[in-house]
């Protein structure tokens, strides 16, 4: 949606359909929070597994996903760390009351050599230390610690510690974070402290913060996403991010789970990026496939409705219709539909419908209102005509 007259049309779409405007079961990008599944079982099976796995044995594991845009990724990751999830989950195997950390950076686009690796550092800290400051358990555990390495990283933390406070009412806060010359450090910020200098210190920063962090949690999952960036990284780029992954498995043998997420159709594709070392060492390769037929359409659609907007899905649009919808799309995306792109052509329809039947207050997307507001063309149906006629023209 293009403009802001447009969203609150969608929105008012939404309420007149009967569903919650702050839970759109069409989302462009997944929610900050993920409550539901709606689409590949088998998807979720394997995923499911990745966290019975993590409960049932110590050892950290590396997985990798991969598939097209849109695919649901992301999706899913999220979905794995929304809190009721996992205790459903942990419920089944009688041990509702674990828990699991999960943490998800994306990469960068490198400028030079070395830019991604350490801002995937970088990231992991910040991430860990915002989760240390806000609870006061882990507060108590990092105050404790003993184990805090050798040298200008022990001299960080140890300054970090120094800054725990006790306010008036008896919580504990680390005064100034940001500022203090143990945390900019660590964070690649100029300190009296100096650099890091390679991938070892790098891992042994991330080492020292899961084994506090794992005093609270059963399995901290890093989740690290967008790393098809890395094809347009250098040689040496590519080598060093995939030695601070690998060295990061081998350090932290436990405890910990790493989710490799690629935006590439093909495992061929993920090999060309990743040293044969640090493959050796995944565990399982998940695919996320194109849509393979109308029928995940259908049952998609449908389960979007009911599981995110909580509603009888056939209350808010006629079979027949999301029958229509399923064919069309599955004809002019043979191979390549992607459940991104479902999500955009049902909010054009919600949209185009409500406009067709004249913005009412409550309706319901029959067969004849469909037809009616597919004759209204997309953007990309009307520059397509516009750049077509100026060709002609010229």
Sequence with gaps: MSSDLEKEHYKEAL????????KDPFPLDPPRSVDYWADNKEILQKMIKTQLDSIMFASSFIYVLYGPIGGGKTFAIKYLANPEVQKAIFRTIKKPELKSLNIRVATIVPLRSGQLTFSLHKDIVERCFSEIEKSQELLKIFLESKDFGE????????NIKRNIRKSLDGKMKISGLENTEGYKFLTHTRSQYGKLKDVNELVETIRILILILSKRYERVVISIDELENLARATGTERFLC??????LHETIEHNMTLFL?????SFEGVASLLQPALLSRVKEQIEFSFVKDTSTVVEYITECLSKRGNVDPYEVIAKDVIAEVSDYLF???PRRLSFRYINAEMTR??????????QPNQYKIDMALYQKAIKIPSADEVMKQITEKSVEGE
């Excluded at 200008?152 to 140890?158: E, L, Q, S, T």
């Excluded at 329809?349 to 004249?358: C, H, Q, R």
Aim: cysteine-free; overall charge positive; charged content about 20%.
């Design 151 to 158: 040298g200008n990283i022990r001299r960080a933390f140890v």
């Design 15 to 22: 309420n007149a359909l009967g569903l919650n405007r702050e």
């Design 331 to 333: 004809k002019n995306f």
């Design 349 to 358: 329809i919600f949209l185009n419908t409500y406009i067709s039947a004249g």
């Design 242 to 247: 995939s030695d601070f992954l690998r060295k």
């Design 261 to 265: 997420i690629f935006t590439l159709e």
